[in-house]
């Protein structure tokens, strides 16, 4: 049957294919516009042929009344392949006032004009692009215009979905506390915490992000991501259901890396406190940088030195040495370079059992590559951060849930779920 159907389309084509000259380009072009006018008649015609969400001549409303029958109205979707045009059975209740397309719901349409596989292709792309880019990158795949300000009530719209879902899975638990079934088992897991700005309409604010990982049974890493605009107690709540997904209770080592402040020790401390709290390598090692460029200046070749053997003696657990080194520097300066000798000398004092860095090494911990300002920056900068972009909150947490699904690789449970239609 396909080779019959492919030898009709073949002589369809027969004076285009005539004319290509062996470009394959130009064949490609001309067999996708083919299959696109086709699949728009094809899906056209099976839309028709399809009840479209009658279901007789009444149907009970949700204010206990009946919804009557009144009719079909037509609606109109932005396909892959084009504009569809759809009949659908349409109630309406005298009691309450409200009116109901069945067939709206059923398929996965939402407000906007577009079909769950237009809207999944816009929103696969917008989060990495911005809604121009993603706007012109549709019409040049597709052949289909979306416009920039449709693009973004889409993600702003899925994107909530995912949000609603989230809290809606903290009060189930907060309710029957039912843990999260473990999907995975492993031996050593690593939860990591920090927080990066973002601009928002008014002003900069915090996005918390977490980052679960372990590695799998071919000792590959792989990372869970947790973010939100939210307090730090309810972040703490998302990170600790997401980890018990990730095999939490389960783990016969866990590792807790964070730099130290002051509500990632109290989530540490709340949801993690049998793991071993780590000051992230990165930023303990930036923090006597910052105070080499304040002695010696940024780019100085003193600055450098000192920094790298302060830096060595945190490396091989000598923070006896460091701190009163510190100590003694700070009594020959004055001003500026006091202060920041002063405020060095009590972070790493405050934070020296979790600087331990020689004992976790032999442990076989990772001590931090920068784990949490990695995904601060992969997961939050790379997209909310560019050049001249001011969020709404709304738009700033809708995207951000949406990359995150994005990113931990749930992206079809999400389509299969129908977000438009939620």
Known sequence: M?????????????EEVGSLGGDF???????????LSLG????????????NGHEGSSMACKCDG????????????????????????????????????????????????????????????????????????IENIYGQKVSPNTIERLSHQVGTVILQEADQQLRGFQKDRHIPQAQVSPERLYIAADGTTVHETDGWHEAKMGVIYYADERQQRKNCYVGCFDNSATFGWHLWLEACGCGLLGAEELVFLGDGAGWIRTEHHRHFGRATFIIDWYHASGH??????????????????????????????????????????????RGRKREEL??????????EDEMRYDVFRAKGYDVGSGVAESACKHVVGKRLKQSGMIWSRTGSSAMLALRIVWLNNRWEQLWQNKPLAA
């Open 2 to 14: 396909n080779e019959q159907m492919l030898a009709q389309l073949e002589q369809l084509l027969k």
């Open 25 to 35: 380009a130009k064949a490609e072009q001309v067999v996708m516009q083919t299959m």
């Open 40 to 51: 728009k008649g094809l899906l056209q015609r099976l839309v028709d042929r399809g009840s």
């Open 66 to 137: 009946s919804m009557r029958f009144i009719g079909h109205r037509r609606r109109y979707i932005h396909s892959l392949f084009g504009w569809i045009r759809i009949r659908r059975a349409y109630y309406h209740c005298p009691d309450c006032g409200s009116s109901l397309a069945p067939y709206d719901k059923a398929s996965g349409l939402g407000c906007e004009q577009l079909s769950p596989g237009l809207a999944k292709a816009c929103c696969m792309l917008v989060v990495d692009d911005s809604f121009e880019q993603t706007s012109q990158k």
């Open 288 to 333: 006597i940088w910052d105070c080499g460029k304040v002695l010696f200046g940024e780019g100085a070749e003193a600055t450098e030195k000192w920094a790298e053997e302060h830096e060595s003696w945190l490396w091989e657990g000598q923070t006896r040495r460091l701190l009163s080194d510190l100590q003694k520097q700070s009594k020959r300066h």
């Open 342 to 351: 002063t405020k060095l000398h009590k972070y790493i004092q405050d934070n």
